[in-house]
């Protein structure tokens, strides 16, 4: 299984900004994807707020595509769990 680190690089080439400027707007840093260290749960959660379309789940799983569908992204495992009021 490749690193969850991978696949965010992966995903910062894949949207067309260099990984110094993806690191630093999403991370605070540009040198991110240089040093050995791992992402953490509040830089994951910083992707899926920048991100939407990303599947946070191909991130820490490599299960699925890369971007979510509009159909995915508007009707998340959340909205099935809310109770309708």
């Known amino acids: 299984m490749e690193p969850i680190k991978t696949r965010v690089l992966q995903f910062a080439l894949a949207s067309g900004r260099p990984p110094s400027l993806f690191s630093q707007s999403v991370f605070a840093t540009n040198n991110f994807f240089t040093v050995d260290k791992k992402i953490n749960a509040q830089q994951i959660a910083a992707l899926a707020e920048f991100y939407p379309d990303l599947n946070i789940n191909w991130i820490l799983t490599g299960c699925g595509h890369m971007i ?18």
């Open 68 to 85: 979510q569908s509009a159909d995915e992204v508007l009707s998340g495992p959340l909205e099935e769990e809310l109770p309708i009021m």
